[in-house]
C-alpha cells in the first residue's frame, strides 16, 4: 500500500512541498483505515458516550470509568447521582489483532494481547483481566482448526506470562471467516484519580523517552497492511508486517509502568503500537496541541543499519513512549534499568512542528537530516472522510422447511454446533484465576472480578461484616454472527442485549461497553451498508441500556478470496454489582424438591440467524425484540429487572437463553444430579435466541416474579434429580443424560484432542 494519489496531493500542498520519504510513509500509515478511521468515523458520532461515571471516553488508549459505591452498584445508571461514584477506577478497551492472526496465529494474537495491556498501563492503570472474542471459518475445515489453535495457543501463552487472567470471551465458527478470521481483546485495568495519566502532551520542554524493548524491522508497515484486503499470497509475502511478542519484557514493562507511577514520574503516556514510534509520539503531542522534535538515532535498536522510516514505523513490541519532566529523566532512565529494559531520551515536546532528524550514524558524529517536518495535528487527524455509497440489506421472508428433521436430531445438532458448543477447550488453557479477583469462572454467563480496593474499611458503614462487601465486576464480551448476516441493525441490537443480559444473570447491571466493530470491504456498497446497520443497531441500544461506548476500535477491509466477513459488532459490557457472589449456570439438585424453574421474559417469536435453521435449511424474520413496541427507554428496566431476579435470595441458578435457544439453555443447567422435564409448544420456542431472558431456578417464584416486574415469567416444569433433560415439543419428545449432552457438547474438545 501506497499513499494514493489524492492523499498525496493533500500532504504536498500543507508541507509546500514534495514529502520526504519518511513523511510519505507516515502519513500513509497514519492516514490509513486503519488509523484514521476514514470510512467509520462519520457513523460514530452515533454512539453516546456521556455519563456520570465516564471519567476519559473515547480518543484516548483506553477509556476510564468511576465505579460506584457498593451500596449503589446494583441500582441501574439512570438511577444513580454523580456523588454515587467513588474515587476507585477500571480502565476499558478493546482492539483487534485480525490480519495478523491470519498470517501468524500465534504472534498474531499474542501481539494482540500485548498491544491492549499497554494501552490500559498508559492510562495509569494495572491490568486485571483479559476478554477474546474469537471468530473463525468452519470448524470442519482444517485451515480454520490450525487457526484457532494458533490464536488460543498465543493469547494464553502471553497471558499467562504476564500475569493476567482471561476471564471470559466468545468463540463462533462461520464460513465467512474462513479466508479472514477475527481476534478481538478486550483488557480492564485498574487505577484511580491520583494514578491517572493520558495519551495528551502536558508542557513544551519535557523529554519524550522510550522506554522498553529495542526497535526491529518487525511489524513494518503493520497499519497500511490491516487496511488492505488479505491477498491470497498473505500468510508468506505479509509475514514481515506481523509483530513478533515477548511477554516476559511486558511484564518487566508492566511492573516498570507500575514504579514509574508510584513515584509520579509520567506527565503523558502512549504504548508503541499501529505505527510505531511515529504514530504514538505524534499523536501524543497532536493530542495536546504541540509539536516534538526527536532525534531518531537515540532510539535503541536491536538491529543494526536500520534507516529513518523503518525506525519511525517499525511496530516491535513491549515498547511505551513517555512525556517526563526534564528533572525525572535520570530517576526514569535508573528506573528501566532496574527491570532490565531499554531507556533512551528520543526528544523532547515543542511549540511548533513534529521533527525528527536522523544522521545515520552510528558513532553519532555525523551530520543529522531532517527527515520528518509537519504540523502533529495534520499527521494525526487530517486525513480526509470518505463517503461512500451504501446499499440497504434486505430482512429474510418466514419460510421454515417443510419437512423438519426430527426433534432428537435438532437438539443434538445445536447442542453440537462448534459455535454453541462448550468452550472449555479453549478457556482451560488460560490461567484465569491469577491475581486472585476471579470471583466467577469462565464457562458461565459472565466473569466477576472481585474489586476488593471499593470494600469500606474496618468499622465503617456497619463493621466489619460490610467489610468484605465491595464491587463486584461483571464483564462479557461477543457476538453473533448468524444474528447480524440476517439482520444487521436487529442482529446489533440482540449483541448488545444478550451481553447485558449475561451481566444480568450474576445480579449485576451495566456501567459502560467498548465496541470492536468488524467489516469487510466499506468501498462496496452492500458491506458498507450492513457496516451501517450494525454501528446504529450497537448504539441504539446501548443507548437504551443506559450502557455509554466509550471507546473503541475499526477493523475493515476483512475480506480475502473467500469473500467479506460477516458484519461482526463484538461488544464488550462491563457491570457492578454489590459483592462477589452469583447464582451459578447450573441447576441445585439438593433444592429440587421445592424449587420451581422459571423463564423470565419475551420471546421474539422467530428463527432468523438461529443455530436451528442453520441446520434445519430454511429462513424466518429475525426475532422482535423486547423494546420493539414498548420504546427505546425499555431495555434498561428489562436488564434490571432481570439482574434482580438473579440476585433475589431464594435464586438457586441463573442462566440466560441466547444461542441455540430454550433446547440449548436448558441443556446446559442440567448436571449429573439435577435434571429438568420441561414442555414448549412448538420448535420456534424451543430453538427461538431472543435474548433478554433468563432461567430462574428458585425456591420462590413469587418473590422472583415481583423482582421481574412487568416482564412476562413463565413456568417451565420440573428440577429433578435424575440429571436428565427431559423435552417436550408438540407432540414430540427427547430425553438426555448429563452424560449424553456433555459427550454432544465436547465436540472441540473431542475433534482436538
Known amino acids: 500500500m501506497s499513499l494514493s494519489d489524492a492523499d498525496h496531493e493533500l500532504v504536498t500542498a500543507e508541507l509546500g512541498r514534495e514529502p520526504t520519504a519518511a513523511e510519505a510513509a507516515l502519513f500513509e500509515n497514519l492516514w490509513s483505515e486503519h488509523c484514521a478511521y476514514r470510512s467509520s468515523r462519520p457513523l460514530l458520532s452515533a454512539f453516546d458516550s456521556e455519563g456520570d461515571q465516564v471519567v476519559v471516553g473515547p480518543g484516548d488508549d483506553a477509556a476510564v470509568l468511576a465505579l460506584p459505591e457498593p451500596d449503589a452498584a446494583d441500582a441501574p445508571a439512570a438511577e444513580r447521582a454523580a456523588d454515587d461514584y467513588g474515587d476507585t477506577y477500571v480502565t476499558f478497551g478493546v482492539e483487534s489483532h485480525n490480519h495478523p492472526s491470519f498470517v501468524d496465529p500465534f504472534d498474531g494474537a499474542a501481539t494482540g494481547v500485548g498491544g491492549i495491556v499497554r494501552d490500559t498501563m498508559s492510562m495509569g492503570a494495572y491490568p486485571v483481566g483479559l476478554l477474546d472474542s474469537l471468530y473463525f471459518g468452519g470448524f470442519d475445515r482444517e485451515r480454520s482448526r490450525y487457526l484457532f489453535e494458533g490464536v488460543v495457543e498465543g493469547i494464553s501463552h502471553y497471558g499467562n506470562c504476564i500475569g493476567v487472567p482471561t476471564v471470559g470471551g466468545s468463540v463462533a465458527f462461520h464460513g465467512g471467516y474462513e479466508g479472514n478470521p477475527l481476534v478481538n481483546v478486550a483488557c480492564v485495568g485498574l487505577t484511580n484519580e491520583e494514578r491517572l495519566v493520558t495519551a495528551t502532551a502536558q508542557e513544551p520542554g519535557n523529554k519524550l523517552v522510550l522506554v522498553g524493548n529495542g526497535t526491529g524491522r518487525d511489524g513494518l508497515g503493520g497499519a497500511s497492511f490491516a487496511s488492505e484486503d488479505l491477498a491470497e499470497d498473505a500468510e508468506t509475502e505479509d509475514r514481515p508486517a506481523v509483530q513478533v511478542g515477548d511477554p516476559y519484557a511486558e511484564k518487566r514493562l508492566i511492573e516498570c509502568n507500575e514504579a514509574l507511577l508510584d513515584e509520579d514520574l509520567v506527565r503523558s503516556a502512549r504504548d508503541l503500537g499501529a505505527a510505531g514510534l511515529g504514530g504514538a509520539s505524534s499523536e501524543l503531542v497532536a493530542k495536546g496541541g504541540l509539536g516534538a522534535r526527536i532525534e531518531l538515532d537515540r532510539v535503541h535498536q536491536r538491529e543494526p543499519n536500520m534507516n529513518a522510516t523503518e525506525i519511525l514505523l517499525a511496530e516491535s513490541q513491549e515498547r511505551m513512549c513517555y512525556e517526563v519532566d526534564p528533572d525525572d529523566v535520570d530517576r526514569v532512565a535508573a528506573l528501566a534499568e532496574r527491570f532490565d529494559l531499554g531507556c533512551s531520551v528520543i526528544g523532547e515536546v515543542t511549540e511548533g512542528n513534529y521533527v525528527c532528524e536522523f544522521a545515520g550514524d552510528a558513532d553519532g558524529d555525523g551530520e543529522p537530516e531532517v527527515v520528518v517536518d509537519a504540523p502533529a495535528e495534520f499527521l494525526a487527524d487530517g486525513a480526509p472522510m470518505n463517503d461512500l455509497p451504501s446499499a440497504p440489506p434486505s430482512e429474510p421472508e418466514r419460510d421454515l422447511p417443510d419437512d423438519a428433521p426430527p426433534l432428537d436430531e435438532a437438539v443434538a445438532a445445536v447442542l453440537s454446533a462448534p459455535s454453541t458448543a462448550s468452550k472449555r477447550w479453549v478457556y482451560r488453557q488460560y490461567d484465569h484465576e491469577v491475581g486472585t479477583r476471579t470471583a466467577l469462572k469462565p464457562g458461565d454467563d459472565a466473569a466477576l472480578l472481585a474489586i476488593r480496593e ?95 461506548v466509550v471507546g473503541g476500535n475499526v477493523s475493515l477491509y476483512n475480506d480475502s478470496v473467500e469473500g467479506p466477513i460477516p458484519p461482526t459488532p463484538t461488544l464488550a459490557v462491563l457491570g457492578t454489582t454489590r459483592g462477589y457472589d452469583a447464582p451459578p449456570a447450573a ?167
Open 587 to 753: 441447576l441445585d439438585a439438593g433444592r429440587a424438591a421445592d424449587s420451581e424453574l422459571l423463564l423470565v421474559g419475551a420471546a421474539g417469536d422467530a428463527l432468523g440467524g438461529s443455530e436451528y435453521l442453520a441446520h434445519a435449511g430454511g429462513s424466518d424474520r429475525f426475532p422482535a425484540l423486547p423494546d420493539d413496541s414498548g420504546g427505546a427507554d425499555d431495555l434498561a428496566g428489562l436488564v434490571a429487572s432481570l439482574a434482580a431476579a438473579a440476585r433475589h435470595e431464594s435464586t438457586l441458578a441463573a442462566h440466560d437463553v441466547s444461542e441455540g435457544g430454550l433446547a440449548v439453555a436448558l441443556a446446559e443447567l442440567v448436571t449429573d444430579d439435577a435434571g429438568v422435564d420441561a414442555t414448549l409448544p412448538d420448535r420456534v420456542a424451543a430453538f427461538d435466541e431472543t435474548p433478554g431472558r433468563l432461567l430462574v431456578q428458585t425456591t420462590d417464584p413469587e418473590g422472583v416474579a415481583a423482582e421481574a416486574g412487568d416482564l412476562p415469567v413463565f413456568r417451565l416444569g420440573e428440577v429433578t434429580t435424575d440429571g436428565t433433560l427431559s423435552l417436550s415439543v408438540g407432540d414430540e419428545s427427547v430425553a438426555l443424560s448429563a452424560d449424553a449432552i456433555r459427550d454432544r457438547r465436547d465436540v472441540i474438545d473431542r475433534e482436538l484432542a
Open 454 to 548: 471499593t470494600e469500606a474499611e474496618d468499622g465503617a458503614d456497619g463493621g466489619a461484616d460490610e467489610s468484605a462487601d465491595g464491587v463486584g465486576l461483571a464483564l462479557a464480551s461477543g457476538a453473533n454472527p448468524k444474528w447480524t448476516a440476517a439482520a444487521p441493525y436487529e442482529g446489533a441490537r440482540a449483541v448488545a442485549l444478550e451481553n447485558a443480559t449475561n451481566l444480568a444473570a450474576t445480579g449485576a447491571v451495566p456501567l459502560a461497553a467498548v465496541d470492536c466493530l468488524n467489516g469487510g470491504n466499506p468501498e462496496k456498497p452492500d458491506v458498507y451498508g450492513a457496516f451501517e446497520g450494525i454501528v446504529d443497531g450497537l448504539a441504539d441500544a446501548c443507548a437504551a441500556l443506559d450502557a455509554p
